[in-house]
């Protein structure tokens, strides 16, 4: 059974920091590569960073310098670890993760930024 759980969100002052996690299960994560999606109300979902299988990285230009994404492959986790947060970057974020056989997707986490 494949499982991303997703943890970490929650409510931050602005240019607070949170780290997420997504742990996961049943997939070959080492194989996989892994992204942080992240869903505004009313907005389309979009892509916030990516790691792949290699650790090449890629990010968003709205979070670039401020988030970094990394992957435990011993723990299966993939992690997006968010500085200097902002009220734009309220959301829920959603793990992925994807190989030549699978798209598979968290529950998503909340993450609210107050102003």
């Known amino acids: 059974q494949v499982q991303l759980v997703e943890s970490g969100g929650g409510l931050v002052q602005a240019g607070g920091s949170l780290r997420l996690s997504c742990a996961t299960s049943?997939?070959?994560?080492?194989?996989?590569?892994m992204a942080w999606y992240r869903q505004a109300p009313g907005k389309q979902r979009e892509l916030v960073a990516r790691?792949?299988?290699?650790?090449?990285?890629n990010y968003a230009d709205s979070v670039k310098g401020r988030f970094t994404v990394s992957r435990d492959n011993i723990k299966n986790t993939v992690y997006l670890q968010m500085n200097s947060l902002k009220p734009e970057d309220t959301a829920v974020y959603y793990c992925?993760?994807?190989?030549?056989?699978?798209?598979?997707w968290g529950q998503g986490t909340q993450v609210t930024v107050s102003s």
């Open positions: 992925n993760a994807v190989s030549y056989y699978n798209d598979y």
């Open positions: 049943g997939i070959t994560f080492s194989r996989n590569h």
């Open positions: 790691i792949s299988s290699g650790v090449s990285t």
